[in-house]
């Protein structure tokens, strides 16, 4: 399948086109909107007050409930716009921001209210696009769910088993340690109430993907497949798999994950790899961490330059801004890597 999200923050619609979907999919709606609501922003006080109900319509591609064959396209209302909060930074753009260079690339004619193209509230039509890519991934009995694993230093538990995880990932705060959670929300309202954002991390993994898809080559390999989509997710700026950068800290005989047999089937007894050897999944889980950058949008001053003098100036940004955006980017991260799975099953 492949995908392609339009639309703009403050436009009338935002949404998706899905080509190479399956036919004959019974396409559960309710679970589709299920994980639209998950991301849905307006409803913590951790979170933008931005409120919009998300609500998918999908105009193309379903004829009786099942998909047709046929591209597959979902749009979603915006309706809750305050577009001149951003009236002071068409010609001041945000710093470490998408405001800059994308004045650039599109010559002075993005639309930049709320962000337009580059904003992350065109993370709600990637979703839709990974809950689709989820019921078809089921129909081979493979899974996805995600945790908050950080948020401005504070850790939460590592999962064990694919039932924690997914408990977890059903919490509107999904986390496994709740007291951990609870942490991590003082530090978001703490940020808040300063002005300013704070960044972290989410843990997913993909369960059931059978042993051999990939390859070591370029455009093949699994990490890199799975790292196209997710650096398509705005913010974030750092990938591991596995035991990540910690590699750095261990030597052989603590990384390498002891193969071992179980039920008749050849399987490892560690997954440092994060279900990944040789650019190929190995069947055990695939493991990665998306790491987050602070929000750029923060209350606090900040230095700019006005395009149209070239001169430097102090920029203080209105509107409505998540002051971490972690918590609602865990269904967008589950998205990706569904689409990233079907890509790797040739789907």
Same mark, same amino acid.
């Given at each position: 399948?492949?995908?392609?999200?339009?639309?703009? +923050?403050?436009?009338?619609?935002?949404?998706?086109?899905?080509?190479?979907?399956?036919?004959?999919?019974?396409?559960?709606?309710?679970? $589709?909107?299920?994980?639209?609501?998950?991301? *849905?922003?307006?409803?913590?006080?951790?979170?933008?007050?931005?409120?919009?109900?998300?609500?998918?319509?999908?105009?193309?591609?379903?004829?009786? @409930?099942?998909?047709?064959?046929?591209? %597959?396209?979902? $749009?979603?209302?915006?309706?809750?716009?305050?577009? #001149?909060?951003?009236?002071?930074?068409?010609?001041?753009?945000?710093?470490?921001?998408?405001?800059?260079?994308?004045?650039? #690339?599109?010559?002075?004619?993005?639309?930049?209210?709320?962000?337009?193209?580059?904003? @992350?509230?065109?993370?709600?039509?990637?979703?839709?696009? @990974?809950?689709?890519?989820?019921?078809? =991934?089921?129909?081979?009995?493979? &899974?996805? /769910?995600?945790?908050?694993? %950080?948020?401005?230093?504070?850790?939460?538990?590592?999962?064990?088993?694919?039932?924690? $995880?997914?408990?977890?990932?059903?919490?509107?705060?999904?986390?496994?340690?709740?007291?951990?959670?609870?942490?991590?929300?003082?530090?978001?309202?703490?940020?808040?109430? +300063?002005?300013? #954002?704070?960044?972290?991390?989410?843990? !997913?993994?993909?369960?059931?993907?059978?042993?051999? =898809?990939?390859?070591?080559?370029?455009?093949?390999?699994?990490?890199?497949?799975?790292?196209?989509?997710?650096? /398509?997710?705005? &913010?974030?700026?750092? $990938?591991?798999?596995?035991?990540?950068?910690?590699?750095?800290? %261990?030597?052989? +005989?603590?990384?390498?994950?002891? =193969?071992?047999?179980?039920?008749?089937?050849?399987? &490892?007894?560690?997954?440092?790899?994060?279900?990944?050897?040789?650019?190929?999944?190995?069947?055990?889980?695939?493991?990665?961490?998306?790491?987050?950058?602070?929000?750029?949008?923060? *209350?606090?001053?900040?230095?700019?330059?006005?395009?149209?003098?070239?001169?430097?100036?102090?920029?203080?940004?209105? @509107?409505?801004?998540?002051?971490?955006?972690?918590?609602?980017?865990?269904?967008?991260?589950?998205? /990706?890597? &569904? =689409?990233?799975? !079907?890509?790797?099953?040739?789907?």
């Amino acid at each position: 399948m492949h995908h392609m999200i339009f639309g703009e +923050s403050h436009g009338p619609v935002i949404g998706v086109t899905l080509s190479g979907v399956p036919a004959g999919l019974a396409l559960d709606l309710d679970a $589709l909107q299920r994980q639209l609501d998950r991301r *849905a922003p307006g409803k913590d006080s951790t979170a933008t007050p931005r409120k919009e109900s998300d609500t998918a319509h999908v105009v193309s591609g379903l004829f009786e @409930g099942k998909t047709t064959g046929a591209p %597959l396209t979902i $749009l979603i209302q915006n309706s809750d716009q305050h577009s #001149s909060d951003y009236d002071a930074l068409r010609y001041t753009p945000r710093p470490s921001h998408g405001d800059y260079p994308g004045f650039i #690339s599109s010559k002075g004619c993005q639309d930049h209210r709320g962000g337009g193209h580059f904003s @992350g509230r065109l993370t709600a039509p990637l979703v839709a696009a @990974g809950a689709v890519a989820r019921q078809v =991934l089921a129909q081979q009995g493979i &899974a996805v /769910a995600a945790h908050i694993s %950080l948020i401005d230093g504070t850790y939460d538990a590592h999962f064990e088993t694919q039932a924690d $995880l997914e408990d977890a990932a059903a919490k509107p705060f999904p986390v496994l340690d709740d007291e951990a959670g609870e942490k991590m929300r003082a530090l978001i309202l703490d940020a808040k109430e +300063s002005g300013d #954002s704070v960044g972290g991390a989410v843990e !997913c993994a993909v369960f059931g993907l059978p042993v051999g =898809l990939g390859a070591p080559d370029f455009g093949k390999n699994v990490e890199g497949i799975f790292a196209q989509h997710l650096f /398509a997710i705005p &913010a974030v700026k750092a $990938l591991e798999f596995g035991a990540g950068t910690a590699f750095g800290y %261990l030597r052989g +005989s603590e990384a390498n994950d002891p =193969l071992t047999v179980e039920d008749g089937k050849v399987t &490892a007894s560690a997954n440092n790899a994060g279900g990944v050897n040789g650019g190929i999944t190995n069947g055990l889980p695939v493991v990665f961490t998306a790491t987050f950058r602070p929000t750029p949008s923060i *209350a606090l001053p900040q230095r700019s330059v006005d395009l149209r003098t070239g001169e430097e100036v102090e920029l203080v940004i209105k @509107g409505r801004h998540d002051p971490c955006i972690v918590p609602r980017a865990v269904p967008v991260v589950e998205a /990706a890597a &569904a =689409l990233a799975a !079907c890509e790797l099953l040739g789907i």
